[in-house]
Structures are given as C-alpha cells and as structure tokens.
C-alpha cells in the first residue's frame, strides 16, 4: 500500500504541470487567440507563427532523427568493439570516451561553433545533429557495451564455427539479442535531441532552420513586450506530445534495455 501511494503521489507532480498546460492551452483566457469559449484558437495560432509549426516540426524531426541514426551507428559499433574485442589501451580509450560527461555542455559549443563553421556546417541542421550526437555518444557507447557484455560469448563462437565473419555474428545473432539496449539508447537519443535548446541557440542563425523549442522560446519575445501565453502553452503540448507516445510505445524495451546488464553472470 505505501508504494502504490508513493508512486501515485509522485505521478501527480510529474503530470500536473502538463495537463495543467494541456487544458489551460484550449480555455478561454484574455490576452490570447481563444477569448471565448474552448477551442484549438491557440493551436491556430502557433500553426502560422513565423515560418509555421510545421516548418519547425519537420527541423526538429530531421534533427532528432539523424542524432538517433548516428548515434545508434556509433556507438553499437563501439559497444561492440568495447565488450568483444581485446586491444591495447582498450580500458584507458574507455574511460576517455566517458569522461566526456564531466565536460559541462554549455562550455563546448563556442568552440564547436568554430569548428563548425571551418567545415561549412554552420547554421546547419546537420551540424546541430552531430554535436547532439557527440554528447549522446559517451552514455550510448557504455549501454552498448553492457548489452553485448550480457551476452554470452559463445553465441558468437557458435556463429563463427557455422561461417559467420565478425560482422555477420553481428548482424545475424547479437543484433536481435541487443535489441532492448538499442531502443534504450535511440530513445534517450530522441529525447534529448527534439528537446535540446542550448545547441540550435548558438548553431542555427536563420529562423527559417530553427527547431521547435527554439520556436517556442522565440513565442515569448513578442512586440512592446506582451506575450501569447495560449500560443506558448499549445507549444509546450506539442514539443510533449512525441515524447510521451514514443515513451508509452517504446517502455518495455527501455526498462529491460536498462536491466539488460544486471543479471550478467
């Protein structure tokens, strides 16, 4: 009973401020684009802001799926190196990889904007996807690594022994068995990417390649100071919205992705 209680209590504050958001983004309120009675008026409103939601939609989702995809890339192919393979200095290149998540994020995006800007990636919704992809490839890479790690090794000598290269063992046998680790890994991807604001604040300029939390944020810089709290409400629906369905679908992959290296042995 305590747990149940405990648990409850702690939906309610996670979730209140959402549907506190949800429904206060369809009630009439003074000062926005639905004064009277309920209705989507906000919705419309966001839709034809600037270049239109649906400008910055498709930027968020170009973003957040070319992270994913580089990050699933990367680090299955890392994880695997890391658990299969033995090379010199393989334990101290390890350790390098995760002390990347001690470096503040903040800290690295001047002098990646440079970099970036060297290579022609400025402004640019692929540069905003492989800096994402940098930050999510030091935590990617470890759960890779404990997924195959939980794995025994002597599906792949069985592979090999039936003529499977090493990719082929890969391919054909500890991909499937990974695969809660890779749902794991794509959706903290997802997550992070569709609702990163610091990245496309400083690497995108046009307001034509901004992403939705940066078209949201931009919502409450309007004319003389007043702000369209209804549209910016509806904006926080809609950046939540992906989110919740994919977690809703993607759950029981993601708790035994995390579980994937706990039984080891």
């Avoid at 939601?53 to 299955?76: A, G, R």
């Avoid at 998540?101 to 400025?122: E, F, H, K, Q, R």
């Avoid at 792949?156 to 290269?165: I, K, L, N, P, Y």
Wanted: hydrophobic share 60%.
């Amino acid at each position: 009973m305590p747990f149940w209680v405990l648990t409850t209590a702690l939906a309610i504050i996670f979730l209140y401020p959402l549907i506190w958001t949800a429904i206060s983004s369809v009630a009439p309120k003074a000062g926005t684009s639905q004064v009277d009675g309920w209705g989507l008026g906000n919705y419309a409103a966001l839709a034809h802001y600037q270049a239109g939601i649906w400008v910055y939609l498709f930027n968020s989702l170009f973003v957040s799926l070319l992270t994913v995809l580089l990050t699933l890339v990367v680090s299955l192919l890392g994880g695997y190196a890391f658990a299969r393979f033995a090379f010199p200095g393989k334990n101290m290149l390890f350790l390098v990889t995760l002390a990347i998540l001690m470096v503040p994020y903040a800290t690295l995006l001047i002098p990646l904007y440079v970099i970036l800007n060297a290579a022609g990636l400025s402004n640019s919704l692929v540069g905003v996807a492989i800096v994402l992809t940098m930050f999510q490839l030091p935590f990617s890479t470890f759960m890779m690594r404990i997924s195959f790690e939980s794995i025994p090794r002597e599906l792949d000598e069985a592979a090999m022994v039936d003529g499977c290269s090493t990719f082929g063992a890969l391919r054909r046998v500890l991909l499937p068995a990974v695969k809660p680790g890779l749902v794991t890994v794509g959706l903290f991807a997802f997550l992070a990417a569709w609702n990163d604001f610091m990245a496309p604040l400083i690497l995108i300029t046009d307001t034509n390649r901004m992403t939705l939390p940066l078209a949201v944020a931009n919502l409450r810089v309007q004319v003389q100071g007043v702000i369209d709290y209804g549209a910016t409400e509806a904006g926080v629906v809609v950046l939540a919205l992906p989110c919740i369905l994919l977690f809703l679908l993607l759950q029981r992959h993601y708790v035994r992705g995390f579980m994937s290296g706990a039984f080891k042995g």
